[in-house]
């Protein structure tokens, strides 16, 4: 069965949107190399509508500058999930509109391997709350940001969650990937 592995910034005051605007002094050797092994090591991508979207701007413009990660990006098979997108043109991309537990647990039974999500958003709270998430890999970064509304953070009302701690990769610079696991359910 495949695994959803989730990826993201997240500062230390819980700001997870914008990471472009306070992460990228802290991207270097170390984040690059993790990055590529996550990426090399998924065979599809996962997102939500804003995501993709985002994504599906950014990337295919970027393979000469990323070289094989924006390579890898673009030609990863992607589902998306929207009840808005309509047409999806950045790659192999499958729209999920309906049933996305169902759904999304029907393509975690085909095969091996791991579906990469970045960032943290409706459509992560959806994939724990119906247990569909195996790992969220948390990107904290040693800053405080100071901004942000209610949607800018990790966590929003009515939403929560266990997880127990899989593994730590510390960075010179200050930042520490912790890895978390769905918590087994109280006995």
Same mark, same amino acid.
């Given at each position: ?78 589902? +998306?999930?929207? /009840?808005?997108?309509?047409?999806? *043109?950045? =790659? !192999?991309? $499958? %729209?999920?509109?309906?049933? +996305?537990?169902? /759904?999304?647990?029907?393509?975690? *039974?085909? =095969? !091996?391997? $791991? %579906? ?12 724990? *709350?119906? =247990? ?56």
């Amino acid at each position: 069965m495949r695994k959803i592995v989730n990826s993201t910034y997240v500062s230390l005051d819980g700001v997870i949107e914008n990471p472009h605007l306070w992460t990228t002094p802290y991207f270097g050797e170390e984040a690059a190399a993790y990055a590529s092994e996550l990426l090399f090591g998924s065979d599809a991508l996962i997102a939500g509508r804003l995501t993709y979207e985002g994504f599906a701007e950014a990337w295919p413009s970027m393979e000469e500058q990323t070289g094989e990660f924006g390579v890898r990006m673009n030609n990863l098979p992607k589902y +998306v999930v929207s /009840t808005t997108l309509e047409k999806a *043109e950045w =790659g !192999e991309t $499958t %729209i999920i509109s309906e049933d +996305v537990p169902e /759904t999304v647990a029907r393509i975690k *039974e085909e =095969g !091996e391997g $791991t %579906i990469l999500q970045y960032g943290f958003g409706q459509l992560s709270r959806t994939l724990v *709350e119906h =247990g569909l998430l195996d790992e969220l890999r948390l990107w904290i970064h040693p800053v405080i940001v100071g901004t942000g509304k209610a949607e800018d953070l990790l966590t929003c009302d009515g939403f929560g969650a266990s997880f127990e701690l899989a593994d730590t990769t510390t960075f010179s610079n200050g930042v520490i990937i912790a890895t978390y696991r769905p918590a087994a359910p109280a006995a």
